[in-house]
């Protein structure tokens, strides 16, 4: 009886530790992550990082100036792409989308967002490189755009139902038409939660490398136009750890360095403007 | 049971109607249905959910500028009854009406609902203030009806029809989540107010707050009798007598008795009005 109640006691020691153990260690992966960053590109990322284009071949020192911007101006034609449709399309899901077809739409864009990124870039390549004829900005933002749709559509969709139904009404019965409703309280009661989603989107395709190669392709100059090829820093990092010199491979670990913390500085913000809404409206 | 006192047309309240400690204090009595201007004229109003039907064909006319109570238990369809007249039951799906409601005489399915919303406003049972200023609060009315004039002036007046203005005059820039939930639909009852309504209908304003509230609602419902017609849903029967010159008693979707509310609760002539009235059951 004694037996068998240590041996009861034993297993519940040893899946505590074991589940304590792994928690520890997903937690620890991000610090880990952050750490070795750090330590490998922290002493790269300088001012020099910000201002400069990468140096020649053999030619030490150089930024990654070109790449920083490009990264910019791809998640600006991302977002020009993809918050119209994703918002509207969530406030369509949210308060006209009937049952099945709402369903279906729902269903569709979880699917979108399960894409894997590089049959994105694939498809963004067919529609938009091969009838230009050459890689550029323009379908780099379309495939990044394309990737924020889905995950917009679902978080706008879900801060809107989240806004009280009184409000509707509160609105209706003054008179309001449903779009006036929705445009004049249900979408300002959203907004932060929207926008919340919006820089969670562009904070995810951000790092996206696979949609950027046959669209956007790089380039280690100033990208002249829309139309031209672009440096970003998802495909800088992939190309420089590639490379055969040991300071390109610095300057990837600081390109790292630089896109995490960005992507870690919108999620935290996020947080904040959500936690001071709730605070707000109780 | 004192103080029913046969005052003609529109009734200005008595102190001694409301101080006196009874069952049920009767503000008034207007002595009879007939003398008076009929605001709206409802016949066989039937109204169904789905396949449910909820109002079993009601006749019934409001007179202008007095106050209306409809009661009856749980269920009887008075909520219904209410958001039919300014067709605020369109916006709960399969909901569907039969029969005419006339507005001064006009079909209110003939006018544009936007304008019957306008001339028959809405309070409803919980504070519903939008997520903006007071202020803002109490503008939205007029914004959306483009309204042309001051708004500062026509808020501020809104606001002392409401007997809100001494409270918040010196916050209007506040949110409207800042005030207590008395104050809050008092908020409510100037929102509906600054577009000037023809009608207010009030769905169990009180049920959320507390009796001293309770108290300042209905005395502002006796200032408002001269200038709007009203007409108020409520579970609480003391606050019927109080506060109404008619009054309505539904049951199971039908009316079961309408009279002027001091013979209602005096001599109901229906067995099945003095068994609710007398808490029989209900």
Not at chain 1, 26 to 38: E, M, P
Not at chain 2, 230 to 243: G, K, L, S
């Amino acid at each position: 009886m004694s037996l068998r109640m240590a041996w009861r006691k034993s297993i519940n020691i040893v899946m505590l530790s074991l589940t304590g153990a792994c928690t520890l260690l997903a937690v620890s992966v991000l610090f880990f992550i952050l750490g070795y960053l750090v330590w490998h590109g922290g002493k790269d990322v300088n001012w020099n990082f910000f201002v400069k284009l990468p140096a020649p071949v053999g030619e030490s020192g150089g930024g990654m100036a070109n790449a920083i911007v490009g990264s910019a101006k791809l998640l600006l034609l991302a977002m020009l792409l993809g918050v119209p449709v994703g918002v509207l399309t969530g406030i369509y899901l949210a308060e006209f989308g009937g049952r099945t077809f709402g369903f279906l739409v729902r269903y569709t864009a979880d699917l979108l967002n399960g894409v894997p990124s590089i049959v994105i870039g694939i498809f963004a390549y067919a529609v938009v490189v091969i009838p230009m004829h050459h890689f550029s900005t323009l379908a780099g933002g379309f495939a990044l755009g394309v990737m924020t749709i889905p995950i917009t559509v679902r978080s706008t969709e879900e801060f809107l139902r989240a806004v009280p139904n009184h409000l509707r009404e509160a609105a209706l019965a003054l008179g309001a038409s449903k779009w006036k409703a929705i445009l004049t309280v249900v979408l300002p009661a959203a907004s932060a939660g929207i926008l919340t989603g919006i820089m969670l989107a562009l904070a995810r395709v951000a790092g996206e490398t696979a949609p950027l190669i046959f669209t956007a392709f790089g380039n280690p100059f100033w990208s002249s136009g829309w139309n031209e090829p672009i440096a970003s820093l998802p495909v800088m990092i992939y190309n420089y750890a590639l490379g055969a010199y040991a300071d390109w491979h610095e300057q990837a670990w600081a390109a790292g360095l630089v896109l995490l913390a960005f992507v870690l500085l919108v999620n935290i913000t996020t947080r904040l403007i959500l936690s001071r809404k709730i605070s707000v409206s109780r | 049971m004192a103080s029913v006192s046969p005052v003609n047309g529109i009734n200005e309240p008595t102190n001694e109607a409301r101080t006196l400690p009874r069952r049920f204090a009767v503000s008034s009595n207007a002595s009879s249905l007939q003398n008076l201007s009929q605001r709206f004229k409802i016949s066989a109003l039937k109204v169904f959910y789905g396949a449910k039907q909820v109002l079993q064909g009601i006749d019934l006319d409001i007179p202008a500028n007095v106050v209306t109570a409809v009661i009856g238990p749980s269920g009887c369809g008075k909520s219904t009854l209410l958001r039919t007249l300014n067709r605020m039951h369109e916006t709960i799906r399969h909901a569907r009406m039969e029969g005419t409601i006339l507005l001064d005489g006009e079909d209110i399915l003939g006018l544009d609902v936007v304008r019957l919303r306008r001339r028959v406003g809405m309070v409803f049972q919980r504070p519903n203030p939008f997520p903006k200023s007071i202020f803002e609060n109490v503008a939205y009315g007029l914004r959306i009806n483009g309204y042309s004039g001051k708004l500062s002036e026509s808020v501020e007046h809104s606001l002392r029809r409401a007997a809100l203005w001494d409270e918040v005059k010196d916050q209007l820039h506040k949110s409207a989540y800042a005030l207590s939930g008395g104050q809050q639909q008092r908020l409510c009852i100037a929102r509906a107010l600054a577009v000037d309504p023809e009608v207010l209908l009030l769905d169990e304003p009180c049920s959320a707050l507390d009796p001293v509230t309770t108290a300042k609602i209905e005395e502002l419902l006796f200032q408002l009798k001269p200038t709007c017609t009203i007409v108020i849903v409520t579970h609480n029967m003391q606050q019927a007598a109080r506060t109404s010159d008619f009054s309505a008693f539904l049951l199971e979707g039908r009316l079961v008795e309408y009279q002027p509310t001091a013979k209602l609760f005096t001599n109901p002539s229906d067995p099945r009005t003095e068994a609710y009235i007398t808490g029989r059951f209900g």
